[in-house]
């Protein structure tokens, strides 16, 4: 069974990462947990990409198309494949969009896809993003 060892608040994790504690980690915070994101496969990597210069030029001047960036939610903050939030871009310079801000999120899924369909899912549900 595996025992969650600490939760953390969203200031906790931000100062994790301000103070350099998750340099060359690659985990995000989801429900106040830290938790570590596999590796990316070739696929996942080429299909991301291709996704997100098809919605770019689909979108360009309607709304902002993130790619593998963080989220900012209320106990988490986890980093979607894709994130399609609200122009303008410059609003984001000193916070990451949050829950009003989305317009629609994908996660991009082999490996992670029962994760993603349970945790994640019920996690943007509970934040009301609706796509």
Same mark, same amino acid.
């Given at each position: 069974?595996?025992?969650?060892?600490?939760? #953390?608040?969203?200031? *906790?994790?931000?100062?994790?990462?301000?103070? %350099?504690?998750?340099?060359?980690?690659?985990?995000?915070?989801? =429900?106040?947990?830290?938790? *570590?994101?596999? !590796?990316?496969?070739?696929?996942?990597?080429?299909?991301?990409?291709?996704?997100?210069?098809?919605?770019? =030029?689909?979108?360009? %001047?309607?709304?902002?198309?993130?790619?593998?960036? !963080?989220?900012?939610?209320?106990?988490? =903050?986890? *980093?979607?494949?894709?994130?399609?939030?609200?122009?303008?871009?410059?609003?984001?310079?000193?916070?990451?969009?949050?829950? *009003?801000?989305?317009? #629609?999120?994908?996660?991009?899924?082999?490996?992670?896809?029962?994760?993603?369909?349970? =945790?994640?899912?019920?996690?943007?549900?509970?934040? %009301?993003?609706?796509?």
């Amino acid at each position: 069974m595996i025992k969650t060892l600490m939760k #953390w608040s969203l200031e *906790e994790y931000h100062n994790l990462i301000n103070n %350099g504690v998750l340099d060359h980690k690659n985990v995000e915070l989801l =429900e106040r947990e830290l938790i *570590e994101m596999p !590796p990316e496969s070739p696929l996942h990597s080429y299909t991301t990409r291709n996704c997100s210069d098809y919605l770019r =030029e689909r979108l360009k %001047g309607l709304a902002l198309v993130i790619e593998a960036h !963080p989220i900012t939610l209320t106990n988490s =903050e986890p *980093e979607p494949d894709l994130a399609i939030v609200k122009l303008p871009a410059h609003q984001y310079k000193n916070r990451h969009p949050s829950a *009003e801000d989305i317009f #629609w999120l994908v996660e991009i899924s082999n490996k992670t896809l029962n994760y993603d369909l349970r =945790e994640k899912k019920k996690i943007y549900a509970k934040e %009301g993003i609706k796509e």
